[in-house]
């Protein structure tokens, strides 16, 4: 029951993904101190899970996790950033997170999303759940008219 509840939501999500024309860019950063971060860059599961949420690995240049500057996306900024909700509550929110790492001068506070990094990264039962969170937040208008 579980494995058939998964493969709805994984199909739901794949079908509403494949009438968008938009991919939002998205960087998965997973801890932050002042002007740095640790992101993601292609890791399998990472970008697997991105893709079913309808999004591109903005880290897609790199393998494993590295630190990152702005300075690395200033003349082509991901769409987005996610996160943990740990690392947004030790960097003061969204807009402390942002100003920390120095992102804050090419995105908006509206840009980030904290998700709970283990099932997403390691692209466990609960990852399609956390994807359509992804999607909702980066590519609203495939949920048009549904209750949040």
Same mark, same amino acid.
């Given at each position: 029951?579980?494995?058939?509840?998964?493969?709805?939501?994984?199909?739901?999500?794949?079908?509403?993904?494949?009438?968008?024309?938009?991919?939002?860019n998205l960087l998965f950063v997973?801890?932050?101190?002042? %002007?740095?971060?640790?992101? &993601? #860059?292609?890791? $399998?599961?990472?970008?697997? *899970?991105?893709? =079913? @949420?309808?999004?591109?690995?903005?880290?897609?240049?790199?393998?494993?996790?590295?630190?990152?500057?702005?300075?690395?996306?200033?003349?082509?900024?991901?769409?987005?950033?996610?996160?943990?909700?740990?690392?947004?509550?030790?960097?003061?929110?969204?807009? %402390?997170?942002?100003?920390? &790492? #120095?992102?804050? $001068?090419?995105?908006?506070? *509206?840009?980030? =999303? @904290?998700?709970?990094?283990?099932?997403?990264?390691?692209?466990?039962?609960?990852?399609?759940?956390?994807?359509?969170d992804v999607a909702q937040?980066?590519?609203?208008?495939?949920?048009?008219?549904?209750?949040?």
């Open positions: 029951e579980m494995i058939e509840r998964i493969d709805r939501a994984a199909d739901d999500l794949g079908r509403r993904v494949a009438t968008s024309s938009r991919r939002p997973i801890a932050a101190d002042a %002007g740095s971060a640790m992101a &993601t #860059g292609d890791i $399998a599961p990472i970008t697997a *899970a991105l893709a =079913l @949420a309808g999004a591109g690995n903005a880290g897609k240049a790199w393998k494993n996790i590295k630190p990152i500057s702005r300075e690395a996306f200033i003349t082509s900024p991901p769409d987005g950033l996610l996160t943990t909700p740990d690392v947004l509550a030790k960097t003061g929110g969204a807009e %402390g997170f942002l100003k920390l &790492t #120095g992102f804050d $001068a090419v995105l908006a506070p *509206a840009s980030v =999303l @904290a998700i709970d990094a283990g099932p997403f990264m390691l692209f466990g039962p609960s990852t399609p759940v956390i994807a359509r937040h980066y590519l609203p208008e495939l949920f048009r008219g549904e209750p949040e």
